[in-house]
Every structure is written in structure tokens, then in C-alpha cells.
């Protein structure tokens, strides 16, 4: 890579550049090896093939993201049938904590959704995940879960980066939220997400903005290739990272209601912190009601011993 520096994240610029980032990555002959468990660290190529949808997600570790949510990125639809991609929508992440990332060493996270419902969905003004359930798909990917929920997706299959290799992770119940005037910056007009993914006329992405080489970097995982950024792509790589750079900067004034900066080390900190006390909490409660049950029970006891 040209830089190991990430731009901002609160615009579709940096969005965008994270997820080329992420498909670098999974592109990467070096980062598709085998898990010393013998496990493939690829994702499956016939997943991104059947899949409906597909988001890329990009964690931060200090900086500004939109308020309340660990990461942000793009949601894109696919066509199986024809083979094509949806120009993307922004999405933040939330419902998982930064513990959960950092605990595996993870950055990026990769989400294919498998209904062909997304179409119908879309308008929804959150995405959730939940209800998950451990079943296996078939294939290379064992190590994969599937996750269904009652209102939106009934399966969908999450991967996280980590270590050189993306392996399959519950992101229990964590939930999309649209970015809606962000998408509206980034293109120039109003548009809803359903618009955007599924009227090829509703939005034209920005001349040089990533989007596609996004749909290229997503049609060569189809195939199965691998592929390794030349110095050329590494160029390019930069240039996209310094406009995404600028974009933040020029966008943070109208953004400032609904931005915040964090560090993902405090957060993670203080969500360990609020765990325990919810612990300690409910140990208090349970405490007097487990004596209470006891002098209850053997109150009987005694009196039938008599």
C-alpha cells in the first residue's frame, strides 16, 4: 500500500476509500491464505456471486464518525442475474461495541446479504441484524454464521479482517443506519437509498470517486483471481485518499450536529467499565432475593420437623 493512513470516515469520499481499502485486501494474495487451522481466509466467491447486497464497513480508532456508531461505510445492491452492482448509499454502524474489534484485532468488516428482499427493505430507516443462528453454509466457510431478522434480511453472512485473513463473525445485533444527507452531499441531490441502489437513474456517482473500481475490485472476487495493487493503483490509491481528506474537511461545518470524535481503546474502556457495573448490579439484586428465597424455604422445613 502507497500509505497506511486512513482518511476520514464521515463522507462518501473516505467511505468509499475504506472499501476499496477492504477489497484490497481481500484481493491480496497474501491475505487469502489458509488459517493455521486449515480454514480458507478467503470469503467464499459463490457467496458473493448469489448475494443481493453487500456493505463494507470500516471501524475507526481515533478519529470523528458519526455520533454513537463504531464505523461507517457503503451499502451496495447486486444484481445475481445480471451481474452488476447498485451505486453505493452511506451507512454507519452501531449496536456493537468497539471491544468486540479490538478483542480480535479487527478493522474492516464485510456484510453479503443473501435476501432478495433488499429492494422491498430499503426504505427502512435502520438495517438490523439479530436473531442469529448458528447454521453453517456449505462450502469452503465453515466457520461462517448466518443471521436472520424479522424486519429486514432473513440471512446475511459477516466477516471481519483480521490478522491477514477474514474469517466469519455474529455481529449479534447490531444495526445500519442511513446516512441520508450525506448521500445527498456526495451526489448532488436528494435521493433515498432505495433510489439510489435500485434506479439506475436516480444518482450518477462523481468522475474519479472509487465507485468504480469498487464494481471492478467486487466483479474480480467473483471470479476467484487475486490480485496486487501496482504502482500505478498505489498512485491512485493516494491521490483518492487526499481528496477524501479534503472532503471532510470541507463538510464538517454542515456535519458538526452529527459527528463526534472518538478513540476506540477509551470507548472500548468504558464499555468493559459499564459492563461490569451492570454485573456487580445485578449480583446486589439477586443477592436478597436469594436469601429471602432460602429463609422462605426453610421456614416449612422447621415446622414440619417439629
Not at 78 to 85: D, F, M, N, S, V
Amino acid at each position: 500500500m502507497s500509505t497506511n493512513k486512513r482518511p476520514s470516515q464521515t463522507t462518501m469520499e473516505g467511505m468509499l476509500w475504506n472499501a476499496n481499502h477492504v477489497l484490497d485486501s481481500a484481493l491480496d494474495p497474501k491475505n487469502t491464505a489458509k488459517h493455521p487451522g486449515g480454514k480458507s481466509g478467503a470469503i467464499p466467491k459463490d457467496l458473493i456471486e448469489r448475494c443481493h447486497g453487500i456493505v463494507l464497513i470500516s471501524v475507526v480508532e481515533a478519529g470523528f464518525i458519526f455520533s454513537g456508531s463504531v464505523g461507517s461505510g457503503v451499502l451496495m445492491a447486486h444484481y445475481p442475474e445480471w451481474g452488476t452492482w447498485s451505486s453505493p448509499s452511506a451507512v454507519s454502524l452501531k449496536g456493537v461495541g468497539f471491544g468486540f474489534f479490538l478483542g480480535k484485532g479487527a478493522r474492516d468488516v464485510v456484510i453479503l446479504l443473501m435476501d432478495p428482499t433488499l429492494r422491498e427493505v430499503s426504505g427502512m430507516a435502520e438495517v438490523r441484524f439479530g436473531g442469529d443462528v448458528d447454521r453453517p453454509s456449505s462450502g469452503p466457510s465453515e466457520h461462517q454464521t448466518r443471521h436472520e431478522s424479522c424486519d429486514f434480511v432473513r440471512g446475511s453472512h459477516s466477516f471481519v479482517f483480521s490478522r491477514g485473513f477474514f474469517s466469519g463473525a455474529s455481529l449479534g445485533s447490531s444495526v445500519l443506519v442511513h446516512r441520508r444527507r450525506e448521500n445527498e452531499r456526495f451526489y448532488g441531490k436528494k435521493a433515498s437509498p432505495r433510489e439510489i441502489m435500485f434506479d439506475g437513474a436516480a444518482v450518477t456517482p462523481p468522475e474519479g470517486s472509487g465507485v468504480s473500481y469498487l464494481h471492478e475490485k467486487l466483479n474480480l472476487l467473483k471470479t476467484g483471481k487475486k490480485s496486487e495493487l501496482g504502482r500505478r493503483q498505489m498512485d491512485l490509491k493516494e491521490s483518492l485518499r487526499v481528496e477524501a481528506d479534503k472532503a471532510a474537511e470541507e463538510a464538517k461545518a454542515e456535519q458538526i450536529d452529527e459527528i463526534e470524535y472518538v478513540e476506540a481503546e477509551k470507548e472500548a474502556e468504558k464499555e468493559a467499565e459499564s459492563e461490569h457495573s451492570a454485573e456487580d448490579t445485578a449480583e446486589v439484586n439477586d443477592g436478597p432475593a436469594e436469601e429471602e428465597a432460602a429463609t422462605e424455604n426453610c421456614g416449612p422445613s422447621e415446622k414440619e420437623g417439629t
